[in-house]
């Protein structure tokens, strides 16, 4: 992806992907730093929202506090489905860009009812009816985007769900200019045009990986990005029988693959099936490999926005206007007051 050239750039959704550098170099960790504590204190932390907003934000704090050993009790849902818990003992973050996500709110209007007081809001708006529902709301700063599919929001709020978690652990903060750096090369890193070309042609692109949002999160962007049709396979779930259904001209990106894990997608999808698997990694591979610059325990976010440069290049490749999907919205389930 080159965003000097016109034939990216005239597209809002490239230019908001490449607002993600300026973002991340700009982040305030601080701005979590006094609602932490109360978090701890709680020692029960539910993160909900719909689609992008709780998807890869969500999962890279589970992994995360998982990974470090923080011994905080953090879960998510989306809103529908949380609203069957009882959540009264929890603190709860309720994310919507808009502000105006219907399940979101209904959930967030539900706390209250309950009188939970430790019920806050993550949005990309002021005065919105989260921030009206919610005890406490923070704004993100990346501002409102006008691309149907989120990509710097998304980045934001999960650094914004793992600065609660570095202010709890007591770990060192990032580097945020070293990893707005690193971004930037994955998202302008020249993509094989042969892998362009075999993921352009399959009638299904895969995305593999860990359970923290990346692979889940590309394979959404997928949808709206190239308008294919694709599947998000957690673990070795690609190896365990989906593969009776998959063909020769699929496509397997696997993010970050455990390197115990290869020898099995070899002999499974490109002996048995015939297509191609193909890696995203900060080191190369047996696979064909998709090389990203090393982001030490920041990588979920420089394999997030070099998944976004190869879709980029898939969507224009195939001739698709990436700023106007045909039936998805910016607001999926908007609440109408």
Partial sequence: MNPKSEKYSKFLLVQEMMDTVGVVSRFDPMQTKQVSPKINSIGKLLLTGEGSSRIFPAKNAIRKALTWGVDLRLVTDGSRQSAQYDLSKFAVFCAS?????KE???LAKKLGEIGNENRFGLSANKGTLLEQTCKETFVLTCGWEQAVAATKSVVEQALFYESILWHIAGKPLPSFSDLSAKIEQALTLQIEPSIVEAASKAPTIYFAGYNDGVAE???????????????????????HGIEEVMNANDVVFVVDPIDAEIEKFQEVLVKGVGLKVIAIANRETALTTIRVPDAGQ??????????????????????INLDKPERARKVG????Q
């Fill in 333 to 336: 389930n908007e609440f109408i």
């Fill in 298 to 319: 920041m990588m979920p976010y420089v394999y997030l926005c070099a998944g976004w440069n190869l879709l980029v290049e898939i969507g224009l490749s195939i001739g």
């Fill in 217 to 239: 999160e590309l394979t959404l962007k997928t949808n709206e990005i190239t308008r294919k049709k694709s599947d998000y396979l957690e673990g070795t779930y690609a190896v």
């Fill in 104 to 106: 979101v709110v209904t």
């Fill in 97 to 101: 860009n808009s502000g105006r996500t």
